[in-house]
């Protein structure tokens, strides 16, 4: 039998679910970001011709420039 009760719970475990799932989404994303950016800043540091970097990132040239300049605005 549907009630008020189970349908309430049933939305809240939805809702947490879906929060668990987007947080994972969200997560990855940052962790590949973040993997590119090495790549793109160890790249640069070999002087690896920017093109190649950004076809091997799969981004223009100007995204690229823009990590490589971030980067060294931040102490690792």
Not at 10 to 21: F, K, M, Q, V
Not at 38 to 56: F, G, W
Request: hydrophobic content about 40%; charged content about 30%; cysteine-free.
């Amino acid at each position: 039998m549907w009630t008020k009760e189970l349908e309430m719970n049933t939305r809240i475990a939805d809702a947490y679910l879906g929060g668990i799932t987007v947080g994972e989404i969200r997560g990855e994303a940052r962790g590949i970001k973040m993997e590119k950016s090495k790549m793109i800043t160890r790249l640069n540091d070999q002087n690896i011709p920017l093109e190649v970097i950004s076809n091997a990132a799969e981004m223009s040239v100007s995204e690229v420039l823009e990590i490589i300049k971030s980067s060294k605005l931040t102490v690792n």
